[in-house]
Nanobody, 123 residues
Framework: VQLQACGGGLVQAGGSVRLSCAFS????????TGWFRQAPGLEREFVAG????????DYADSVKGRFIISRENAKNTVYLQMNSLKPEDTAIYSC?????????????????WGQGTQVTVSS
């Protein structure tokens, strides 16, 4: 399995960015997916996750109401729409896939990881 994330960059506070993560190597619909982030000096943290069907998304409290996770199984892609960005959202964002139809908030439950993409929010 390979995951390729893209879409990061520099954005002003209050702005929006959409991350994409392309999945390849296995049947995408057999995997749940998640986004995690890691800021300098901090632990990696869960951001959002979604089940194989695209239903039942879950979010970290810090991003609820601002971020939206979605997926298109026909395109083997998962997205993270990030709105109303804040400087504290600055981090490297990584997508992950879990060989289960149900998502998890724990990074230890994910089998495959993308390389990460930098999102920097300026104040």
């Amino acid at each position: 399995v390979q995951l390729q994330a893209c879409g990061g960059g520099l954005v002003q506070a209050g702005g929006s960015v959409r991350l994409s993560c392309a999945f390849s190597g296995r049947t995408f619909s057999h995997y749940s997916t998640g986004w995690f982030r890691q800021a300098p000096g901090l632990e990696r943290e869960f951001v959002a996750g979604i089940s194989w069907s695209g239903n039942w998304p879950d979010y970290a409290d810090s991003v609820k109401g601002r971020f939206i996770i979605s997926r298109e199984n026909a395109k083997n892609t998962v997205y993270l729409q990030m709105n109303s960005l804040k400087p504290e959202d600055t981090a490297i964002y990584s997508c992950a896939a879990r060989s289960s139809t149900w998502m998890s908030v724990s990074s230890e439950d994910y089998n495959y990881w993308g390389q990460g993409t930098q999102v920097t929010v300026s104040s």
